[in-house]
């Protein structure tokens, strides 16, 4: 990747310095927000249209229900979101989250009268071993972490049916405590999106104003240079994945709480979604740029065309093809802006040579 | 942009004249198509040996009548993978072609032999619509096919919804499956094999073929080549539509039933197979050959497991860690190949 | 490259061509003048000899729709108890997810292996067929149970119930649990699940007769037999339909699902649910007042009763025809009905008094 | 060692006996080095020298075999990038290392951004910091915008930012100057200069010695990986410091044959692209050398590249022997008898993973196809035959190119190009970054092929080069071009003061 636009007028005459009144947003911020202000507004659309044909929509109780929906996948593409910002992805995310359900409810099951708290750091502990797993066998293969995660995401799932073996936990293994959690309202919030909103805070705060934050983006941006500026490129490579194997283990456990009913298959092919939340979220897929917040909201979005779709009976058949086309139009419409973004900044290039 | 487009550093080759760590690993690639067929001898042997009813006729037809689509799939793929992308919605592709195939059958009142070149050419145009966007608007392809695996499956299930179509002409569906007269071989191996010829030497010895791994390797090389790397990749694309509605419709005949879930999933095994048989994944790398042993080894270790009587949940992890060995382990071997290398280098030095 | 853009072009041009040609010349075969003439019905080939019996050592094989269904768990493990208990060999294999062509490699395994009997539920009543005939062919006896196949495709079918049966039973519960009026709704499985489609269909004609002329059943939904799309099916409904009463959802997942949304709902206790579920699913929503009775057979004594079907056709004692008839262990006395149906009996209904009896 | 030049307090970095080695080949061998603060010290060698593996060894990058580092007297281990740049080494590469998405500011930041409370990035004093380095530079770049799209020349500066804005007592330059035109090079000079009044001790790395002599205090020359001598540039000529560098006397330069000047051959008229360049005409005729000068990014490269079809074009058109050629169609090029030897060796004119002999016949590969086949034996004695004319030293055919030295790897991509027996032969910066051995090989193979009626258009930003080779030089200054000197009216001054643009008109 070249930084230079082939043939950039660099010496383009008439180039005012930039106002540093005006500049204190910077740019690069600025170009973000564009992002994620068009996605709520994408999303007050769609939710303003379903809710024109069914005003049910915008009752209470559904949009608990909306905010309970997404609270697991905004967990998720926030853990993606990390990953994907250092040129990475993490396909195994949905095995891991089964894993980590069933073997929460496989703990209170041998263990009936285990705190809820302690189930908690269990699955995040397990959610971020297997993590480690994957981070560890990057590292030492030296290969793109779509292959192994790809592994992975066999194996966990193939661990998880191994140890099931067809068993079903269900809503009375698990101690009361446990269940209310998944369903719990604060002031009519979930539980559960309260718990979602903190990770979404803590790492988009984590990411735009920590050194080490910056430096998944440096990394995902250019990772020869990363490493040549002294960044230990593999260290985070490898936390980046713990991180995200250990959120997908939180999300392990508040799908255990929620659901009540746990199998094997516990987010089989939720992969998918995450990375299509992320990208439609306007995290690159090439990594470098996006945010959580982003991310989020495209968890949000994706998690309400699902209702939407739902509730003005659009045969549900269709939902997974709008999920592939919006990948699509997100991934078009990102490139689009970066080609217009580049073409105003080669106008930039000059200082007055 | 070929080795941006599969995430992560592309290989570490050092830019020393001699780069001892790049040749190793060349080495060793460059015998990894030995390896996978060493293994998949010694894999056909051990079962022959070990597993009851492993070496028959009819569990040959079986076998080969499983991997069909995998290697089917697979010729396209090692060609896309060779020039640095990838396409993840085949199986999706697949499932589209089938129940299209179902709906025609059902409604248009079309002879089915019109409805299978129909069902070739959209694939082709299903193809066609991910070689334009990675192509035309210069989309990574990671993220255009797993847009189109969600977009093709979802269409999948429009198009036919509830049902399945099931009555094909019994004709029709007894010949996918019959044998060679005389042999346990199924028939639908001959056109298999042919396709895969054309696919080796098109690959392997033909202009067209230098021009995949050029771009695979270097794509602005490629292009200051005279390669139209565009192109090219788009019609790759094309072709493993193609292919896809190809499959699509030996699924449908082979299973006698057009249905929105068919070959869901088989993006992943295809993958697996395409590494496992020594392509690399940052393009570039890699034979038909090795990828033909990696999908008949894919087969006959599932099926001899299966035979086993080895837990469908064992197979999965299997299917895993063979994709994470087929990367991790030539990587590792090099590795302790060059540290042997630089002790003996060091050796003389010392004494 | 125009090399391969002419190539592309002739290939492409020539398939045309071939096709036009073929399609011209004898007209191809197109759906009416294909005669669908699979199989020769159903075979019931020897006579039966009812006194035969029970062969030892008989090798008998399971395969589930998938693995990790904790449903084929339970009634899987009922085949076993019986094959455990005429003394033959039991196994249970199968793939880890749904799917018609993983089955019929495992089929085509089974006949490898020379099983004596395959006892199967189909993820598609045509897919499996071809692989069926084959093991069928080989010498193995098939009976399907849960999920049937085409007919001519096995020699017996175990229903857990008839169609009928089902649907006068889920209706019947609605109908008392809202008081005989009002819009009810269906939460189905996979919208191309035989049996569920089945029972759909006569549910329909049984909300025809005058007693329940003043329910209305305004619409179907699919949870896909995955937890979390009939949670938000569940929700999608009552957003829908804010006159609904109840749902009928007569497949395990999908009433468990609907129970879960509903109790952690303001719909909970007002908008009543029944279905097909499991005990152990349900107890807690029983227990909370979300769901006031549901039904369901017992699926290890469908299992149980398949392994019975299966022996007693490998034994000689019964051929799959009409009329048959085989002792199935602790269940008692079975007659082969039409098409080689054989039916467990009528579900029991589970209520918050009698719950606490099941452990399945 | 030699004189221990200027001021005689101890030195600032010694490097004393390093050795390193990759495989089988040794990149290093006992080089000794010693930098003094205040002083600008060169670094010189041939390609394959050692220099860039000297750079990174400084950098961090790579860990020494054998051998001491010593920093004020002290000894110093590196075992990472960050422990070099603690110790205050700032290394700025060749090809600059930034990080396309983030900011300018975050680029010279990176790892050392300004905190507030919580440990969180102030990103209001990282801006104003930022600003404040550019002032010191002169220049101005938005710190708030993202570096994708910077000019190279830019992007170096926001190297150098990073370099100072941590205080680096050394400051390691490899080849900075390779992208940068004139006027950059004195802006950077002049940087270079204040940092060595303020005490910092400067390595410079360059293939060009009027660079060298301009800046530095002592030149240090390395030959096959070891070090050969360290002396203060007063005492030095050009030819001694070349003969140490090739252990043997050459001839600079290789001025260009005459030649019969035949047809037109390469004809192009009115070519413009939207922002890029406008209204370029010209014409070469076979036998015939034309230089294309001026700045960097004046769209030279680009002009090059839209007439070989890389790069589309929105008006006018190219003609090869009178034929038109179509727009953006590298293969049509190359059919109509066109070849490029593009300035990015690495990038785009070599597939570095792939063999010698796959690489020379690349541009062949439909020649060499029977009935549709491409056989490796047609290709392997297609290669051996231009190898061999080229003198191309490689191990064998079969070895990846990247295991070549530059200067071979550059014969490598005109065997590719000569190999399609073109008319028209246009070559970028054609002896950038190789060896003085090889530079006057390559110039005598130019004029040779010139004088077989090849019409060849040359991209220099070297002017001797220009000067040495050219038939007649065109001057390009923002994207027109703005000058035509015939041979004799062509000399340092006429082409600098066109393509700066100062009062020209063609």
């Not at chain 1, 990953?83 to 992805?89: F, G, L, M, P, Q």
């Not at chain 1, 936990?169 to 209310?180: E, T």
């Not at chain 2, 395409?274 to 999908?295: K, N, P, T, Y």
């Not at chain 3, 849960?146 to 008839?162: A, G, H, L, M, Y």
Request: hydrophobic share 50%; proline share 4%; net charge neutral.
């Amino acid at each position: 990747m070249s930084l230079t636009d082939a043939g950039a007028p660099e010496r383009a005459a008439g180039n005012a310095p930039p106002d540093p009144d005006r500049q204190r947003r910077g740019l690069t911020e600025r170009l973000l927000a564009v992002r994620e202000l068009s996605l709520l507004i994408a999303l007050g659309l769609l939710v303003g249209v379903t809710a024109l044909r069914n005003d049910r929509f915008l009752s209470g109780q559904s949009i608990k229900d909306l905010l309970l929906g997404c609270a697991i996948l905004v967990i998720l593409a926030v853990g993606q979101t990390l990953v994907i910002v250092t040129r990475n992805v993490d396909l195994s995310v949905g095995s891991i989250l089964g894993l980590v359900a069933f073997a929460t409810g496989s703990l209170f099951l041998s263990a009936p009268g285990t705190p809820w708290p302690v189930a908690l750091v269990v699955g995040v502990a397990l959610g971020a071993l297997c993590g480690a797993v994957n981070g560890g066998l990057i590292a030492v293969a030296r290969v793109p972490a779509l292959v192994i995660t790809l592994g992975t995401l066999y194996a966990f799932r193939g661990v998880d049916y191994y140890w099931a073996s067809g068993r079903q936990i269900n809503a009375a293994d698990m101690p009361p405590s446990f269940l209310r959690l998944g369903n719990q309202t604060v002031l009519g919030v979930p539980v559960l999106f309260l718990v979602a909103l903190v990770v979404v805070a803590a790492v988009g705060f984590y990411l735009r104003s920590y050194r080490s934050g910056r430096e998944l983006y440096a990394i995902g941006s250019e990772p020869a240079a990363a490493r040549l500026s002294g960044i230990r490129v593999g260290r985070r490579v490898f936390a980046v994945f713990v991180a995200s194997g250990a959120l997908a283990g939180l999300a392990g456990v508040l799908y255990a709480a929620r659901f009540g009913t746990l199998d094997a298959a516990a987010g089989t092919g939720l992969e998918l979604q995450v990375v299509a939340a992320a990208v439609v979220g306007g995290v690159a897929i090439f990594g470098g740029s996006g945010s959580a917040y982003g991310a989020a909201l495209g968890a949000v979005l994706l998690t309400t065309i699902g209702s939407s779709l739902a509730v003005l009976r659009i045969d549900p058949f269709w939902q997974q093809a709008v999920v592939g086309a919006l990948i699509l139009a997100a991934i078009g419409l990102d490139r689009l802006l970066a080609l217009r973004v580049a073409a105003r900044l080669r106008g930039r290039s000059a200082h007055g040579a | 942009m070929a080795h941006d487009s599969l995430y992560a550093a592309p290989p570490t080759a050092e830019a020393e004249p001699g780069g001892g760590r790049l040749a190793s690993v060349r080495g060793l690639l460059g015998s990894w198509d030995a390896v996978i067929v060493a293994a998949l001898v010694v894999a056909v042997l051990v079962a022959s040996l070990t597993v009851e009813n492993f070496a028959t006729g009819r569990n040959a037809q079986f076998l080969l009548l499983d991997l069909m689509p995998l290697a089917l799939i697979a010729l396209p793929m090692t060609l896309i993978v060779i020039t640095g992308e990838i396409d993840l919605s085949v199986a999706s592709m697949v499932g589209l072609c089938s129940t299209l195939m179902g709906q025609l059958w059902l409604s248009s009142g079309l002879s089915l032999e019109l409805i299978c070149v129909l069902v070739v050419l959209l694939g082709a145009v299903l193809g066609a619509v991910n070689g334009l966007f990675v192509t035309g608007f210069g989309l990574p392809s990671l993220a255009v096919t797993i847009g189109t695996l969600a977009l093709y499956r979802g269409l999948s299930f429009v198009v036919l919804g509830d049902q399945a179509v099931a009555d094909f002409p019994a004709d029709w569906t007894a010949a996918v499956v019959r044998n060679i007269p005389g042999t346990s071989v199924p028939v639908m191996v001959v056109p298999l094999l042919v396709l895969a010829v054309i696919f080796g030497v098109v690959l392997h010895a033909t202009a067209a073929g230098r021009a995949l791994y050029a771009m695979g390797n270097n794509d602005q090389a490629a292009t200051f080549t005279g390669v139209s790397v565009a192109r090219t990749k788009f019609w790759l694309f094309v072709v493993s539509g193609a292919v896809c509605g190809l499959v699509g419709i030996f699924w449908t005949l082979r299973y006698a039933s057009a249905r929105g879930d068919n070959a869901t999933g088989l993006e992943l095994t295809v993958v697996t197979a395409v590494l496992l048989g020594g392509v690399s994944i940052f393009g570039g790398r890699g034979a038909l050959l090795g990828v033909v042993a990696g999908v008949l080894l894919l087969g006959v270790l599932r099926n001899a497991l299966q035979l086993a009587d080895v837990d469908a949940n064992a197979l999965t992890i299997v299917t895993g860690s063979l994709l994470i060995a087929s990367v991790v382990l030539p990587n590792a071997v090099a590795d302790i190949r060059a540290r042997l290398h630089r002790r003996r280098q060091r050796q003389p030095v010392a004494s | 490259m125009s090399a391969y853009r002419r190539g592309l072009r002739v290939g492409v041009t020539s398939l045309a061509l071939a096709a036009l040609l073929l399609s011209a010349a004898c007209g191809g075969t197109t759906r009416d003048n294909s005669t669908d003439d699979a199989g020769a019905g159903n075979q019931a080939s020897g006579t039966a000899n009812p006194d035969a019996a029970i062969k030892a050592g008989l090798k008998i094989a399971f395969l589930p729709k998938a693995l990790n269904n904790p449903y084929f768990t339970v009634s899987d493990n009922g085949g076993k108890d019986a094959v455990t208990e005429f003394k033959g060999e039991f196994k249970e294999v199968g793939p880890s997810e749904a799917s018609a062509s993983s089955q019929v490699s495992y089929i085509n395994t089974l006949s490898q292996q020379g099983m004596d009997v395959i006892i199967t539920s189909a993820n598609d009543p045509n897919a499996i067929c071809g692989a069926l005939n084959q093991a069928k062919a080989a010498g193995a006896k098939i009976v399907t149970f849960d999920s049937d196949t085409k007919p001519e495709c096995r020699q017996i079918f175990v229903n857990q119930v008839t169609a009928e049966g089902i649907a006068e039973n889920q209706v019947k519960l609605i109908s008392q649990q809202i008081g005989g009026e009002g819009e009810i709704a269906i939460l189905s499985a996979t919208a191309n699940a035989t049996n569920q489609n089945a029972w759909i269909a006569l549910m329909k004609t049984e909300l025809t007769k005058p007693e329940y002329s003043k329910i209305k059943l305004v619409t179907v939904a699919y949870g896909n037999d995955d937890d979390q799309k009939s949670f938000q099916e569940t929700q999608g409904l009552l957003q829908s339909y804010p006159n609904l009463k109840g749902i009928i959802s007569p497949t395990t997942v999908g009433v468990a699902a609907a129970a879960r949304y509903l109790s952690g709902s303001q719909y909970k206790g007002k908008v009543k649910l029944t279905g097909l579920g499991t005990p152990n699913q349900m107890r807690q929503y029983v227990k909370d007042g979300t769901v006031d009775a549901f039904a369901l057979w017992s699926p290890a004594d469908l299992g149980y009763l398949a392994a019975y079907a299966g022996a007693a056709l490998a034994s000689g004692q019964i051929t799959g025809a009409e009329g048959d008839t085989f002792k199935a262990g602790k269940l008692g006395e079975f007659t082969v009905g039409k098409d080689g149906v054989v039916i467990l009996g009528p579900p029991t209904v589970f209520d918050k008094n009698n719950i606490d009896q099941f452990q399945f | 060692m030699t004189a221990d030049a200027p001021g005689t307090q101890a030195p600032l970095l010694v490097l004393d006996g390093v050795t390193k080695s990759f495989g089988a080949v040794a990149a290093l061998r006992g080089v000794h080095l010693t930098l003094h603060s205040g002083e600008a010290h060169a670094l010189v060698g041939e390609n394959g020298a050692g220099k860039s593996t000297l750079v990174k060894v400084l950098a961090g990058a790579h860990a020494p075999d054998s051998g001491s580092l010593t920093l004020d007297g002290q000894p110093l281990r590196l075992g990472g990038p960050a422990d070099a740049r603690a110790a205050g080494i700032a290394v700025i590469y060749q090809e600059p290392t930034l990080f396309p998405d983030l900011s300018v500011a975050e680029n010279i930041f990176m790892g050392r951004q300004p905190l507030r409370g919580l440990r969180r990035i102030d990103t209001a004093a990282m801006n104003r910091d930022a600003e404040r380095l550019f002032q010191r530079l002169g220049v101005r770049i938005d710190p708030t915008r993202p570096a994708r799209g910077l000019s190279i020349a830019d992007q170096q500066l926001v190297e150098i930012a990073k370099a100072i804005s941590f205080d680096a007592r050394v400051l390691v330059m490899d080849e900075p100057t390779a992208a940068l035109s004139g006027v950059e090079v004195e802006r950077l000079f002049a940087v270079a200069r204040s940092l060595c009044e303020g005490g910092a001790a400067v390595l410079f790395i360059s293939h060009r010695f009027n660079e060298v002599f301009d800046l530095c205090h002592r030149v240090t020359v390395l030959r096959d990986g070891a070090w050969v001598s360290s002396d203060d540039t007063a005492d030095l000529t050009v030819d001694e410091v070349v003969r140490g560098m090739v252990g043997r006397d050459v001839s600079s330069l290789y001025p260009k044959q005459d030649a019969e000047l035949r047809d037109t051959l390469l004809d192009v008229r009115r070519l413009s692209r939207a922002g890029v360049f406008t209204d370029v005409s010209f014409s070469v005729r076979g036998g015939e050398i034309v230089a294309l000068a001026g700045l960097v990014g004046a769209g030279r490269s680009e002009v090059a590249r839209a007439v070989f079809g890389v790069d589309r074009y929105d008006a006018g058109e190219v003609l090869v022997a009178g034929r038109a050629v179509p727009a953006g169609n590298p293969g049509r090029a190359i059919a109509a008898g066109m070849a490029l030897v593009p300035e990015d060796r690495r990038q785009q004119g070599l597939i570095m993973e792939l063999s010698v002999e796959r690489n020379a016949t690349l541009a062949r590969r439909r020649a060499l196809s029977r009935l549709g086949l491409l056989l490796g034996a047609a290709e392997r004695a297609e290669a051996r035959q231009w190898t061999r004319r080229l003198q191309v030293k490689a191990s064998r055919l079969g070895a990846p190119v990247a295991t070549l030295s530059g200067g071979n790897q550059q014969k490598v991509v005109l065997a590719k190009w000569l190999a399609t027996e073109p008319r028209v032969l246009i070559i970028d910066e054609p002896t950038r970054g190789i060896d003085v051995g090889t530079k006057s090989e390559v110039h005598r193979l130019l004029s040779e092929l010139a004088g077989q009626g090849l019409a060849i258009l040359m991209i220099s930003s070297e002017l001797p080069e220009v000067l040495g080779m050219a038939d007649r030089v065109l001057v390009m200054h923002e994207g027109r071009l703005v000058r035509e000197l015939p041979r004799a009216e062509a000399d340092e001054t006429s082409i600098m003061f066109a393509a700066t643009g100062q009062g020209a008109t063609a």
